[in-house]
């Protein structure tokens, strides 16, 4: 439709009024080319499991050469219901490497947040080498899995998410506020240390500075202005907008098209922790059968239960040997994302 300047719908809408088409012996001229991406709410990073969630915010690009097909809105619920797709981006432009460049930019300044998406894997596809390169096959996400973790930036929203949380409840810029972190001919600098869950400490140094800047010291250097969303962040000249969204023990930040859930933490050990988080729900779904039963010995890896969401199945393995002592929902029901679906019992050391 880009290429060819034609509205299809509306011509189904003509031709059922009788209307004929006018290039059916010469077809129109095409003109420039033009890229379409979907977005899914998908995980590149879980081999693109379906997500479900709220969205809690919604912001499209409004740019030219842009055509946007979707009927999402802010508050929309993404279910287990229907198929993931949630939009598609068209850019058009002369030449495929303007197109490419106009659809980068129009995904750049998508924000969906609330449930998984691969608006930042779209991105690092447009970006790579690779897709520059021609001519593409039908191998080229299979030739080029690195794409899916190359957007990931773990460590610099751990550092903001924490950051932020310390600023919600400082938010004052009153110098006299500023004393007890005064040192002698240095900037009043406060610091925040971080310890992820394998025990590595990570040290963030920050001064707020009138008129709603920030200055973080890492081994980087970061400087940002606060918007009303969150912080527009310049790292060796370049921009990066980061946004918060808190909804209720949940922060959700979006950090170059990449968005990451912290949540308060409970205190268990790394083993449990690993091995409850296998036995939940990655997903709403509805359970389609127990492969085993209540009392019955497992071995680690074997299979328990098949989920099935948004047409694919998944299967829940045994995390460590044991006995299955109950499945918490029956064949056939629903359930929802993070749900326990499985008690199991360690066998004895």
Not at 6 to 17: E, F, G, S, T
Not at 93 to 111: K, M, P
Not at 200 to 229: E, F, H, N, R, S
Request: glycine content about 6%.
């Amino acid at each position: 439709e880009m290429i060819y300047d034609l509205d299809l719908v509306a011509w189904q809408i003509r031709i059922a009024n009788g209307e004929s088409i006018p290039w059916a012996t010469q077809p129109p001229d095409l003109h420039g080319h033009a890229i379409e991406a979907r977005i899914y709410a998908e995980d590149p990073q879980r081999d693109f499991l379906p997500g479900t969630g709220q969205i809690l915010s919604l912001d499209e690009p409004k740019l030219d050469f842009i055509r946007i097909e979707s009927s999402l809105n802010q508050g929309d619920t993404i279910t287990s219901y229907y198929d993931p797709m949630l939009s598609k981006v068209v850019a058009w432009g002369e030449t495929r490497e303007q197109a490419r460049q106009r659809l980068s930019q129009a995904l750049a300044a998508y924000q969906i947040v609330g449930c998984t998406h691969n608006i930042a894997y779209l991105c690092g596809i447009l970006q790579s080498s690779a897709f520059r390169q021609l001519p593409l096959n039908t191998d080229f996400i299979a030739d080029n899995l690195d794409l899916k973790a190359a957007s990931r930036q773990p460590q610099m929203a751990a550092w903001f998410c924490a950051l932020y949380q310390r600023l919600q409840a400082q938010p004052t810029v009153d110098p006299w506020h500023l004393l007890p972190n005064w040192q002698l001919n240095l900037p009043p600098r406060q610091r925040l240390q971080l310890i992820d869950l394998a025990q590595k400490q990570y040290t963030l140094d920050y001064q707020i500075i009138p008129d709603g800047i920030l200055d973080i010291a890492t081994k980087t250097q970061y400087t940002g202005v606060a918007t009303t969303t969150g912080w527009r962040v310049f790292t060796n000249g370049n921009p990066i907008s980061v946004h918060f969204i808190q909804n209720k023990q949940e922060i959700y930040v979006t950090l170059t098209q990449q968005t990451y859930v912290f949540k308060r933490y409970q205190y268990q050990s790394t083993q449990q922790a690993e091995a409850n988080d296998l036995l939940t729900a990655p997903m709403n779904g509805t359970i389609i059968s127990h492969l085993v039963k209540t009392g019955h010995r497992v071995k680690a890896g074997d299979h328990l239960l098949i989920l099935e969401a948004m047409k694919m199945q998944y299967t829940i393995k045994a995390p460590f040997d044991g006995y299955v002592q109950k499945f918490y929902f029956h064949e056939g029901e629903q359930v929802h994302d993070g749900s326990k679906l499985i008690d199991l019992e360690a066998l004895d050391a």
